[in-house]
């Protein structure tokens, strides 16, 4: 009798001491679409371009089983990217981490906008003029100035 | 046989064009007419003599002949004669053969036009045209040759080379590699040449630009030459990019059709800056502005086209490190440095000589919005460089190669392309000249006050996703402008001159084809959108594996797996075929096959999508995997695309209103007379 109890007690020792995620896990399968859900964002470096959860090949297979087996042991989305870029390096990932020559492609794209909207406001003013007028008291003047402009571009054009 | 005389041909055509280009730029500096005559035959000769290469590579692809290295790249005995033929573009040399077909063909039509009014602009037109042509032809000549031939040399060691090496044996492989199971693809057949001829017209007024600047005409005869070629280019690269989006969707099987792929967005780039420069050239018509701007939009463009075929050809996108053992890669490096720095400093050179003839009156005019319209085409189009160059200049500096996907594009270029859906609302409303907001607001608020009550409809309906709410409002705004423009015009027509409203639209149509076919081009733009959006935001995905009458649900859809079959082809595939059952709402629906074509000689599989079209959504069903025992239970991944047939109708109304816009409308005798009559005045 004592042995089948000291079985047990050490039994329900290890579950309790055990991470909680690895009895859950035993629990669940995770299912393709949590699986995809991690794979969607991620590139094999074989398969340029391809995302790895539509990939047919057998190493992305092999990847996508790869994510299935750390969601089970209990692994969440970044610790299972980070996983993968220890082994194959940044390009896994489908931006690059923000960090060193990698902020180049987050910070060109604001500074070429407001370096071009700058340019553009500039080269506005430098060429505006203050309108005239007599123009557009004749636009205004106009019974209809929509019929006169269509009519006036289509006589021009024959 | 066959061989000699295409390498001969090519040969001769490459000299040719050499020839072209230094006595047309002669015959210009020295004054001598006969040269530049003699050149233009030149240019018009290209195309006979390149055609007879290129009629000899077809020969050569259908006839089964393995002893030359490309025919047994890209054929196989079991392919079909049509794809053999098509071979001539699925493989680097026989594609470089073809865009210097494509050129030449553009090249020759241009020598026939009627040089009347143009004569001083042809030398320099010729040179520009040869010297691309020459470039291109000495990729295949030099580098790239097509009819090289495959030999066993004394040691045993397969070699090739287009002459027999010393105690060589010509070597004659049983059958061919045969062509990338990706590339036989109707869409695919078709999508490559519509992109080259994209490609190859946009050299026609570049070359006119350039021509242009030399000859210091600051007037905007080259852009009203031009006008059609320009068109014409910019349907052929809306055909390409459009062709090549539906076979992504048909063959590549993500379900998707647009995936920022770098090869993708090296066509989109000139593409970008072409319908910029389509823009703002109406202003330098119009009001003899942007004259700066848009020779360096078409200069933009031309170097895009070339850098396009650069990443295409030079296995860089695939690693820097490609592209140096490649020798087609520097050559290239150095042609688009070079044309580049020469045409840039011609430009600067006579920068004095292309002021505006007039200037801004009003932040609203269509002028001003035209110029944010092409400030919003170069941001995205310097997004999208970015996003192709940065993987290979983080390789080069720091040796890490990195992935710039679908989701870095898409958060970046979504506002602006919302920005450019808000200007073909407004853009179509605005005068020309002098405007002013209470202007703007009194032809804005019949169409403005209609879209207010999409965007009603939009909250109402239940539509929660902020940027589905804005875009489908901004494209409920175009739509309602496009066709308040199309009804306000036929109704004027109908008012002053009594015809019914269905005449006085075809009339109206009729008569100023260019505009009106921008408002089609804007409203297939709309259509697109629509599509965009719905596949973007509101796409659905499921997965899972079924045993034989297990079911998978998405939505109001329940898929039911039938069974599986496996079977061979003639051509080299082994496939695996499921058998769906589809039910929407408890319904019956149809089946659907999705299935995978393994091709055994290039160990290469295909994933072939299931799909239940209709033109509110896409099935899009996938077969990802099965038990190859048992053939009880699959994999599948279903994919709910709503709204994405929009795209394809979208395209298709985009090419009609591109049709309508570049054919050639009354305005040409009346032109010619008036502008013959300014030249008899002139003297010229």
Partial sequence: ?158 | MTEEIGYTALVMAFLLALYGAAAAAFGAKRQRPELVESARRAMVLSWPLISVAALAIIALLVSGRYDVEYVAKVTSSTMPPYLKVTALWGGQAGSLVFWSWLMAAFASAVGLRRWDRDRDLLPWVIVVTMVTLAFFLSLVIFVENPFRRLWLDPVGNTVTAFLRPAGARPLVPADGQGLNPLLRHPGMIIHPPMLYLGFVSFVIPFAFAIAALVTRRTDDRWIRVTRRWTLVAWLFLALGLILGGRWAYDVLGWGGYWGWDPVEIAAFMPFLSGTAFLHSVMVQEKKGMLKHWNVLLIILTYVLVIFGTFLTRSGVLSSVHAFAQSAIGPMFFAFIGITSIVSVRLLLDRWGDLRGENQLNSLISRESLFLLNNFLFIIILAVCFLGVIFPLASELFTGQTVTVGPEWYERITGPLFAGLLLLMGVAPLSAYGSSSWRLLGRQLWVPGALSLVVLAGLLLGGVRIWAAVLGYWLAGLVALVTLYEFWRGALARHRRHGESVPLALVRLAGRNRRRYGGYIIHLGVVLMALGIIGIELFQTETQGTLARGEQLTLGQHVLVFEGLTQFGTPDGREVSRAEVSVYKDGRFVGQLFPRQDFYVAANQPMTIPGVRSTLEEDLYLLLVGWEPIAQQGATFKVFHNPLVNFVWLGGVVFILGTLVAAWPDRETAPLRRSVQARAWVSGD
């Fill in chain 1, 1 to 158: 009798m004592r042995q089948p109890l000291a079985a047990l007690l050490l039994a329900g020792f290890l579950a309790a001491s055990a991470p909680p995620t690895l009895v859950a896990a035993q629990a669940e399968q995770p299912t393709d679409d949590e699986v995809n859900a991690i794979a969607k964002g991620m590139y094999c470096p074989v398969c340029e371009n391809v995302p790895l959860d539509v990939c047919p090949t057998l190493a992305c297979k092999q990847w996508r089983e790869t994510i299935r087996e750390k969601l089970t042991l209990g692994w969440n989305q970044e610790q299972i990217e980070q996983y993968f870029v220890e082994q194959y390096g940044d390009r896994v990932l489908a931006a690059p981490p923000a960090h060193g020559l990698n902020w180049a492609v987050y910070l060109i794209p604001p500074a070429v906008f407001l370096l071009g909207a700058a340019v553009l406001v500039g080269a506005m003013r430098s060429w505006r003029r203050p309108p005239v007028e007599t123009r557009v008291g004749h636009d205004t003047a106009a019974a209809d100035p929509y019929l006169d402009r269509l009519e006036e571009e289509l006589r021009a054009r024959g």
